[in-house]
C-alpha cells in the first residue's frame, strides 16, 4: 500500500508541510525533512522550483527565486534524495509544475521517483483530463498517486469527475486566490468546506492555502482529514533558520 494511504488511514488529523527543496541553501534539502519527520509532521510536499509559478504567493515565489539560484534542478533534488528511505518513512511528495517534469520525460521522472522513494506528485497546471488521457497509466505503473486541487470555484461535477480518477486525497484549496498565510477562515470558506464535506467523497481532504498557525490548522481540520501549511513555515526558516523547525511545528501541533 502507499505510504500516503496507509497515513490517510490514521485515526488523526494530518499535518503536511510544504518547503522548497534547495532553499535558504542549496543542501538544506535532506535535513528539512528529517528535522520535519522527527518533530511530528505527518506528510512533507516537497516543492520543485520553478520560474514561472502559477498559484505561488510571493513567499513561495521568492524561495524559488533563490532555490533556482542556488542551482537546484530536477536531476540535483533526485540525487539528494537518493538515500532519504534510509531516515525517512513518512510519505514525500513533490509538487511542482509540469514544465520540468515534462522537460525530464515523465516517464523517466516518475521511475525515478518510485527509484528513491517518492508516493505522489501534485502538478497544479496539469489538467485532469490530460492526466487522466495521457499520463495516468504512467503514475500507476510506478505507484505514484496524482494528487488534483480543487477550489471554491470548482463546480459540483467536476469535484465528482477528480474524485473519481483520484486514489489518495484531494488538495482542497482554501480560496481562489494564490498562497499565503491568512489570518483566519471567514463564513465563505467555512460554506465551501462544508459543501465539500457534505458531497461524501471517496478521498478524504487536506486543506491547503492560508494555514499558518494552530488557530487556522484547528479551524480547516474541523471539515478535512488535515492541513498543509507552506507559506508560514518558509518564513519561518527564512527568519530562524532550518535549526529553529521544531518550535515551528510545536505552534501548529499545540
Known amino acids: 500500500m502507499n505510504r500516503i494511504n496507509q497515513k490517510l488511514q490514521e485515526n488523526k488529523k494530518l499535518l503536511s508541510i510544504y518547503f522548497t527543496a534547495g532553499y535558504p541553501s542549496i543542501n538544506d534539502t535532506v535535513s528539512i525533512i528529517q528535522k520535519l519527520e ?3 509532521v505527518d506528510m512533507i510536499e516537497i516543492g520543485l522550483p520553478f520560474s514561472d509559478p502559477l498559484a505561488d504567493g510571493p513567499t513561495i515565489q521568492t524561495s524559488s527565486t533563490q532555490a533556482l539560484k542556488n542551482g537546484m534542478t530536477s536531476e540535483i533534488l533526485f540525487d539528494q534524495l ?3 528511505r534510509q531516515s525517512v518513512t513518512i510519505p514525500l511528495i513533490i509538487m511542482g509544475y509540469f514544465n520540468p517534469m515534462f522537460q525530464y520525460g515523465v516517464e523517466a521522472f516518475c521511475k525515478k521517483c ?4 517518492i508516493d505522489g506528485l501534485i502538478i497544479p497546471d496539469l489538467p485532469v483530463d490530460v492526466y487522466h488521457e495521457k499520463y495516468q497509466a504512467i503514475f500507476e505503473k510506478y505507484g505514484l498517486i496524482n494528487v488534483f486541487l480543487i477550489t471554491p470555484q470548482t463546480s459540483d461535477e467536476r469535484i465528482r469527475y477528480i474524485d473519481s480518477i483520484s486514489d489518495g486525497f484531494i488538495y482542497m484549496v482554501s480560496s481562489a486566490s494564490t498562497t499565503g498565510a491568512k489570518v483566519g477562515f471567514g463564513e465563505e470558506q467555512t460554506q465551501y468546506f462544508e459543501r465539500i464535506g457534505s458531497m461524501n ?5 487536506i486543506v491547503g492555502f492560508g494555514i499558518s498557525n494552530n488557530q487556522t490548522f ?3 481540520t474541523q471539515y478535512a482529514k488535515g492541513a498543509i501549511i507552506g507559506s508560514a513555515f518558509l ?4 527568519n530562524q533558520g532550518v535549526n ?6 510545536k505552534s501548529i501541533l499545540n
Do not use: M, R, Y
Not at 518510485?114 to 522513494?117: A, C, D, K, L, V
Not at 467523497?201 to 481532504?205: M, R
Not at 529553529?244 to 511545528?249: A, M, T, Y
Open 38 to 40: 522527527k518533530n511530528g
Open 82 to 84: 537518493k538515500d532519504i
Open 114 to 117: 518510485q527509484e528513491i522513494g
Open 201 to 205: 467523497l471517496k478521498n478524504p481532504q
Open 218 to 220: 484547528t479551524q480547516a
Open 235 to 238: 518564513k519561518h526558516v527564512t
Open 244 to 249: 529553529s523547525i521544531d518550535k515551528f511545528v
